[in-house]
């Protein structure tokens, strides 16, 4: 775990597409306050994930409640078990 001069932490994880059996290790993100596991979709487009589009966008909201200003969370990537 790293922690950088802009109060972030980071750590390194592994990824692995299912239908490939293909692993990669990335350094990610951890915030402890979110409900819930992303990636940047062009990330997941360059590393080959398959996206599935989301029957309806998901808004994300910032600590304070407000709409973050990235656009709405619209796909998501097949896991498996």
Known sequence: M?????REVTVKIGLE???MQEG???EA????GVTGLVMSSEFAKKQG???????RPMNIRNVNGSL???EPIEHM????S
């Open 49 to 55: 994930f398959k996206l599935k589009r989301l029957e």
């Open 24 to 26: 990669i290790t990335v």
């Open 68 to 70: 973050n200003k990235e």
């Open 2 to 6: 790293e922690r950088n001069k802009k």
């Open 29 to 32: 993100l951890l915030d402890s």
């Open 77 to 80: 990537v097949e896991g498996g």
């Open 17 to 19: 597409r299912i239908d």
